[in-house]
T-cell receptor
Framework: GQNIDQPTEMTATEGAIVQINCTYQTSGFNGLFWYQQHAGEAPTFLSYNVLDGLEEKGRFSSFLSRSKGYSYLLLKELQMKDSASYLCAPMDSNYQLIWGAGTKLIIKP | GAVVSQHPSWVICKSGTSVKIECRSLDFQATTMFWYRQFPKQSLMLMATSNEGSKATYEQGVEKDKFLINHASLTLSTLTVTSAHPEDSSFYIC??????????????????FGPGTRLLVL
């Protein structure tokens, strides 16, 4: 079956760094997406990885290891507005995104 | 680029009425659009995949006669919830995929989401 595993909730301090891990199992693989979803809002696209390695985009970086079925999202210089849920969504062989419940990130001053 | 709009953002209706939700890609052509439903504190649930000019593909357990989807152009898809009941109250979100690359984004597989529609059926 298809499965995504992310921590349910994480807490971090403003200005710090946090890493949100994601392991996945899919039928085929066509890349992995990270989305941010603020409470009561729709998801917004953060990153896409299809090859192994680290993709850096400003304060956010995303890493992928296809052989391990593993990805992480790294958030630096945390700001209060980063409080949101972060969704790891791998794409299967049918180009279908597989969604888990995401990780709720709480930023404290 | 890659902006998706959704209308209306809020709907309150009586049980038994039908509600139409529009999803538009504003600055790119969306050959494929997706309709999701999300209940509070739960993950996104894909309801159906809509390809321009063809019938939508519904996920298991989603009634196609209740949730009518039309994707008549490359920039517009509509979801009609027919004879809505209180259990249909949810957050409905569409997304669009720019497979043709007209938005200028790096990958054609990225789904861009509309802001969502909150439906409350009384």
């Amino acid at each position: 079956g298809q499965n995504i595993d992310q921590p349910t909730e994480m807490t971090a301090t403003e200005g710090a760094i946090v890493q949100i891990n994601c392991t996945y199992q899919t039928s085929g693989f066509n890349g992995l997406f990270w989305y941010q979803q603020h409470a009561g809002e729709a998801p917004t696209f953060l990153s896409y990885n299809v090859l192994d390695g680290l993709e850096e985009k400003g304060r956010f970086s995303s890493f992928l290891s296809r052989s391990k079925g593993y990805s992480y999202l790294l958030l630096k210089e945390l700001q209060m507005k980063d409080s949101a849920s972060y969704l790891c969504a791998p794409m299967d062989s049918n180009y279908q995104l597989i969604w888990g419940a995401g990780t709720k990130l709480i930023i404290k001053p | 680029g890659a902006v998706v709009s959704q209308h209306p953002s809020w709907v309150i209706c009586k049980s038994g009425t039908s509600v139409k939700i529009e999803c538009r890609s504003l600055d790119f052509q969306a050959t494929t659009m997706f309709w999701y439903r999300q209940f509070p504190k739960q993950s996104l649930m894909l309801m159906a995949t809509s390809n321009e000019g063809s019938k939508a593909t519904y996920e298991q357990g989603v009634e196609k006669d209740k949730f009518l989807i039309n994707h008549a152009s490359l920039t517009l898809s509509t979801l009609t919830v027919t004879s809505a009941h209180p259990e249909d109250s949810s957050f409905y979100i569409c997304s669009a995929r720019d497979a043709s690359g007209t938005s200028g984004r790096a990958t054609g597989e990225t789904q861009y989401f509309g802001p969502g529609t909150r439906l409350l059926v009384l």
